[in-house]
Nanobody, 132 residues
């Protein structure tokens, strides 16, 4: 059974918005409920990169290219993770994935560092396509 299921992708024009969701399957919640969770994306032919991370308490961090445009959130009661994406650009076109990650801090600040807690248990992802 796929432990993580991503949804909400689609095709939009530049400047548009999308809201992605990630639901946790049975057996995953014991791993993720105390973990940081992150969104990753992988453009066709390129490496997967982490873009946003959130702690169990709701503290978040982003890479510079999405900061101010994307918002990550989580509902621990509903076992879901969301990514609100506004002001989308063609360079945001990619397959988007969610995963539990290790939390890294510098002092009290959460770092945008993305090391998955598992190596090969990715979901199917959801495709986001942004046209000019």
């Amino acid at each position: 059974q796929v432990p993580l299921v991503e949804s909400g992708g689609g095709a939009v024009q530049s400047g548009g918005s999308l809201r992605l969701s990630c639901t946790y399957g049975p057996g995953v919640n014991d791993i993720v409920k105390f973990s940081c969770m992150a969104w990753f994306r992988q453009p066709r032919g390129l490496e997967r990169e982490g873009i946003a991370v959130i702690t169990n308490e709701g503290t978040s961090a982003y890479i510079d290219s999405v900061k101010g445009r994307f918002t990550i959130s989580r509902d621990n009661a509903e076992n879901t993770l969301q990514l609100q994406m506004n002001s989308l650009k063609p360079e945001d076109t990619a397959m988007y994935f969610c995963a539990p990650v290790f939390c890294y801090h510098h002092g009290y600040d959460l770092l945008p560092k993305f090391v998955p807690r598992w190596a090969d248990n990715w979901g199917q992802g959801t495709q986001v396509t942004v046209s000019e």
